[in-house]
Nanobody, 115 residues
Framework: QVQLVESGGGLVQAGGSLRLSCAAS????????MGWFRQAPGKQRELVAV???????NYADSVKGRFTISRDSAENRVYLQMNSLKPDDTAVYYC?????????WGKGTLVTVSL
């Protein structure tokens, strides 16, 4: 069982930055892929960024060049640095972890971007 706890959300003005953190309850070496997803009101949950155990990354087109995903294996954490935020980035952001046999989600952290 892997527990994921997100933090770092909040209210920010358009053009600002936030850094989200996801703390995993187990060693990162047992997790194949970690990622950030988001769900805006009235919309489906969508992928934001993922990072593999080997360090490969992938981003949604809407955040490329603005968001950066990274991992700290020593701290069992994954981060999402979000720059040049837009009102369309407003959503609940969820951390996800994939192991060989299971799929885990955090409870989410709310990001609100105002004009």
């Amino acid at each position: 069982q892997v527990q994921l706890v997100e933090s770092g959300g909040g209210l920010v003005q358009a053009g600002g930055s936030l850094r989200l953190s996801c703390a995993a309850s187990t060693s990162m070496f047992s997790i194949n892929t970690m990622g950030w997803f988001r769900q805006a009101p009235g919309k489906q949950r969508e992928l934001v960024a993922v990072i593999t155990r080997g360090g490969s990354t992938n981003y949604a087109d809407s955040v490329k060049g603005r968001f950066t995903i990274s991992r700290d294996s020593a701290e069992n954490r994954v981060y999402l640095q979000m720059n040049s935020l837009k009102p369309d980035d407003t959503a609940v952001y969820y951390c996800r972890a994939l192991t060989n046999g299971a799929d885990y989600w955090g409870k989410g952290t709310l990001v609100t971007v105002s004009l």
